[in-house]
């Protein structure tokens, strides 16, 4: 398999089969993931469609699914109250994607590599955090249209968790049995033993849970009302007689908005998680690829930025590459592109013909599969296996959650960054050269072998080991394995050659450049 980018029926039955398991899979995800973020749920299933058709037909990646991503949710949730309308909120997605089309023509796709992984992954679980305590009012059957603002104070001398903590006055019997049994079954689902058995293989356990959710509700209708779930605990979908009527289903951009300066903001922030989310899941779902292929990540930010472009024009929420529907495509033997548009398709035809059946999931199957989307954001091994990397990575980590539960997402991930960028200058400037000696006394052989970049930060350091050297050594600076030495550097190399004359240092300089030249080689 040599193409990357191609569409061939020569692996028909494979991608066919691939895209029904990603369908399945996508279609409660895309659900679950416009409740969490406050919008319309039919925003969910466009964002869907526009990732399984566009982008897939524009990206050069052959495996990997894009949709609505639960990375996005908090940034979503959070600019719909800023901006006051959705319609607002589309226009900044349509923004969004410009923006990343812009990035893929400045061959931007590298930025991956300059966003720390302490941070990154702060990030994605403090998202699981707030995932988890967002849809525990759902899952108890409380409607918190009053918890769609996210901020950490709120009105009435409350806050977010005191909020989420009174929705357990509001119990509803049957939403906690449903959410409860569909938990039950997303874990199950994980087990390795049950893995190995073919019903569990192609059945997704999230459309296992949501169906099993409709009929327990639907029971419950015709044998204990008490328990019966309806009106704004069910899904609500529109539904279309008519083509006319599908066609104005779609909700566009406000463009009067152009004047907003938070717009833009909310535009460059989605750009950069959205990139940023896509990048990290197209990297992961090449290293699953049985054939190795190797996503061009400048042409994956033009597909995105166009998707993100389409789904804002037409009432979609943003979107990225997503490693759980790529991974279940990889895990369903998908080929090439051709699984993922077969999926894009399918969720087409379902919102079209299968809507008033949609209408009769209980919200509280939703949520229980974004507890569990969340927990597996935010589970405990990574807190455990993050502290046992070390503070340099544990503390950008945990302040990067802290601060984004008690702020907003842009704000968190800034301290976040302030925090690695902490550790990375102090380990920067330990770490510019190895120095080799054997003792350090008059008359000592030191070695002193720079690293192959050392900058302007890693003066302070060379120069307060230059300044220790004992007297009447022998001192080797090595530039050797050096691709670029700093001018700030080198100035204080050279400025060391008085200083060994008075110390009797015997200072022997190898492949060091003269002061003021760019070394490189």
Request: hydrophobic residues 50%.
């Amino acid at each position: 398999m040599k193409s990357t980018n191609s569409i061939t029926l020569k692996y028909f039955a494979n991608d066919l089969s691939a895209g029904l398991v990603v369908f399945l899979v996508a279609l409660p995800l895309c659900l679950g993931i416009a409740l969490a973020s406050g919008a319309p749920l039919f925003s969910g299933i466009i964002s869907g469609i526009i990732g399984g058709t566009v982008v897939a037909f524009t990206s050069k990646s052959a495996l990997s699914v894009s949709g609505p991503a639960a990375g996005l949710t908090v940034i979503v949730l959070n600019a719909i109250t800023q901006l006051g309308s959705y319609e607002i909120f589309l226009l900044a997605v349509v923004l969004a994607g410009l923006i990343q089309i812009a990035l893929g023509y400045l061959k931007a796709g590298i930025i991956g590599y300059y966003f720390p992984s302490s941070v990154i992954k702060g990030m994605l679980a403090a998202i699981g955090i707030i995932l988890i305590l967002k849809q525990i009012p759902y899952a108890v059957g409380y409607d918190p249209n009053h918890l769609n603002n996210l901020n950490f104070i709120q009105a009435e001398g409350e806050n977010f968790f005191s909020r989420i903590l009174n929705s357990v006055n509001f119990i509803h019997p049957g939403a906690v049995l449903i959410a409860a049994i569909s938990l039950f079954i997303l874990v199950i689902w994980e087990l390795p033993y049950l893995k190995k058995h073919t019903f569990f293989k192609l059945v997704p356990g999230a459309l296992f849970a949501v169906v099993l959710g409709m009929l327990i509700n639907e029971w419950f209708k015709s044998n204990d009302p008490a328990f019966y779930l309806s009106g704004e605990k069910l899904v609500h979908l529109p539904v279309a007689y008519s083509l006319t009527e599908f066609i104005h289903q779609f909700t566009l951009p406000d463009f009067n908005a152009f004047g907003n300066y938070q717009v833009y903001v909310v535009a460059v922030t989605i750009a950069i998680i959205a990139s940023l989310e896509s990048l990290l899941s197209v990297e992961a779902v090449d290293k699953l690829d049985p054939y190795k292929r190797n996503t061009p990540t400048n042409r994956e930010l033009k597909a995105q930025g166009l998707g993100n472009l389409l789904s804002g024009l037409i009432g979609g929420l943003p979107l990225t590459a997503v490693i759980v529907r790529s991974s279940a495509n990889v895990n369903a033997g998908g080929k090439t592109k051709l699984s993922a548009i077969i999926h894009g398709f399918l969720l087409l035809l379902s919102v079209i013909g299968l809507a008033s059946f949609l209408n009769k999931i209980p919200l509280a199957c939703l949520a229980a599969l974004l507890l569990m989307v969340g927990y597996k954001l935010a589970k405990i091994p990574l807190f455990r296996s993050m502290f046992k990397l070390g503070w340099d990575q544990f503390l950008p980590f945990i302040v990067t959650i802290i601060a984004i539960q008690f702020s907003d997402l842009l704000k968190g991930i800034g301290i976040g960054m302030v925090v690695s960028l902490f550790f990375i200058l102090r380990n920067n400037y330990k770490r510019s050269y190895f120095f080799h000696k054997e003792s350090h006394h008059a008359g000592d052989k030191i070695i002193i072998e720079l690293t192959e970049d050392v900058t302007f930060l890693n003066k302070g350091s060379i120069a307060l080991t230059l300044s220790h050297l004992p007297e009447n050594s022998w001192v080797i600076i090595d530039g050797r394995k050096s691709h670029f030495i700093d001018i700030d550097v080198l100035e204080i190399i050279h400025d060391f050659k008085d200083t060994a004359k008075l110390k009797n240092i015997k200072l022997e300089l190898k492949s060091i450049p003269e002061f003021g030249r760019v070394f490189g080689n």
